[in-house]
């Protein structure tokens, strides 16, 4: 169908890639008349982030393609095999109930679960995916690939979708890929490559945290090439987490790579300052801490890194109270911290960067973090990261992570960049001091 044909290349050129590959390639246009347009998608969970998140732009793109208003019918996929025996992959309900259960692999944090994971517009994304696929593992989404800078909750809710099954019977494999690795070099030393198979190629679910890590070596990747095609040619649930989107893991071989991508990918950005103030709540709520809500402000807007520092910084405040039997103040907090948090009068934090970047360049902060390559949003997204880097004390990895969670070496590049535009051209020195100057 032309129109829907037109219909996606207007979009194509509004969203990144990602939203793109999921959220829009996998609809099929089933009518098109003179008022209405029927599309098919893949399930309800879909159709309800779609609607919220996607309607808005799809009738929009459909007026400007064909000038006019549509009704948007939507009807469910009817891969029969896929919906309609959603146990079928296993086992009959009555004998897959009466198996008693059996978990392999790594500890699962039994701390970690869905209930305890709080959900912002940073993660609601993955969340959501991640508890679909534990309600129904092997169904929506396979495989599920989560990924997002260091500490901001990717194993959390792997061992969330690991706790949920394992509650209710299923056999869970969780495992992170340096282990596999490990596991996979003592299985050839000692000869018992039959029984590693077994291990990973019986569990009903397979989790993988860091699944990166097998990149550039060789035999790793071989072997789990052939466990990721045993599992899914059964039919049953692979999960994976990854602190990069599949095509920008260096030295990973094209057909795991491509693999990765067959499912639904879903990503984890850092939090907002919101999402940051309930995770702190919450966490002193579960150790009793008292925390002052000036104290809570002062943690989250200080500290942007990731989750695990926020966290830790919380529990080094509530340690110095509870030792020194002192009352949690903003003062007694500065001093405890004032290691790892500089006084704020001195330091300009990543957030304030971006809004004074995206206010001067007239685009979204959603922009400066999206994979969009074109000189309008490229240009102030290497300023920003410049930016930071010169007024902040984050690493390039953590400016990175705070750009859409790119790799160090991009940052690096960024930064490299701008220093020779600012000694070439008058123009970028004269914006980049303008931005400096309302900072």
């Known amino acids: 169908m032309d129109i829907w044909k037109n219909v996606l290349e207007t979009i194509e050129e509004n969203v990144d890639e990602q939203t793109f590959e999921n959220w829009f390639k996998p609809i099929k246009p089933i009518y098109i008349n ?7 998608i893949p399930n309800k969970f879909f159709l309800d982030w779609f609607q919220k998140n996607y309607l808005a732009l799809l009738k929009s793109s459909l007026s400007y393609v064909t000038k006019k208003e549509y009704t948007v019918k939507f009807s469910f996929s009817t891969n029969k095999d896929i919906l309609s025996h959603p146990t079928k992959k296993y ?16 500890t699962l944090n039994k701390n970690h679960s869905f209930d305890n994971f709080i959900v912002g517009t940073s993660n ?36 969330a979708i690991g706790n949920y099954l394992v509650a209710h019977n299923i056999n869970v494999c969780f495992i992170s890929s340096e282990n596999f690795m490990n596991e996979l070099i003592n299985s050839i030393r000692y000869d018992r490559m039959p029984i590693f198979r077994e291990k990973f190629r019986t569990a009903e679910v397979l989790l993988i945290d860091d699944i990166q890590f097998i990149a550039g070596k060789e035999r790793t990747q071989e072997e789990f090439f052939h466990t990721f095609n045993s599992l899914f040619e059964s039919q049953r649930q692979i999960v994976m987490s990854s602190d990069k989107f599949p095509r920008d ?21 850092p939090p907002e300052i919101e999402t940051k103030i309930a995770i702190l709540k919450s966490k002193a709520y579960t150790l009793n801490i008292p925390l002052p ?37 903003l003062s007694t907090a500065k001093e405890i911290l004032k290691n790892i948090i500089p006084d704020n009068k001195s330091v300009i934090d990543i957030e304030t960067i971006q809004k ?38 984050s690493s390039f990895p953590e400016i990175g992570t705070s750009f859409g969670g790119r790799d160090h070496s991009t940052v690096i590049h960024a930064v490299n ?6 000694e070439s051209d008058k123009s970028i020195k004269g914006i980049i001091e303008s931005i400096e100057n309302k900072l």
């Open 34 to 40: 003179n008022d209405s347009i029927s599309l098919e």
């Open 91 to 106: 086992q009959k309900e009555s004998s897959f109930k009466q198996k008693k259960h059996i978990f392999i692999g790594d």
């Open 124 to 159: 609601q994304f993955a969340h959501a995916a991640a508890l679909s696929v534990a309600k129904n593992p092997s169904v929506n989404y396979n495989p599920l690939f989560i990924y997002g800078g260091v500490g901001l909750g990717k194993t959390h809710l792997l061992s």
């Open 249 to 269: 893991i260096n030295f990973l071989e094209e057909r795991l790579r491509s693999r990765f991508e067959w499912g639904l990918i879903a990503d984890i950005q």
């Open 293 to 329: 809500d000036d104290v809570c402000f002062f943690l989250a807007s200080s500290i942007n890194s990731n989750i695990r520092e926020l966290e830790g910084s919380l529990i080094r405040i509530g340690a110095f109270a509870s030792l020194t039997e002192k009352e949690i103040t």
């Open 356 to 393: 004074a970047v995206t206010n001067h360049f007239k685009i979204k902060i959603s922009d400066l973090n999206s994979n969009k390559r074109q000189r309008v949003y490229a240009l102030p997204r290497q300023i920003g990261m410049y930016l930071s880097r010169k007024l902040t004390l």
């Open 417 to 422: 960049k701008i220093k020779k535009l600012i």
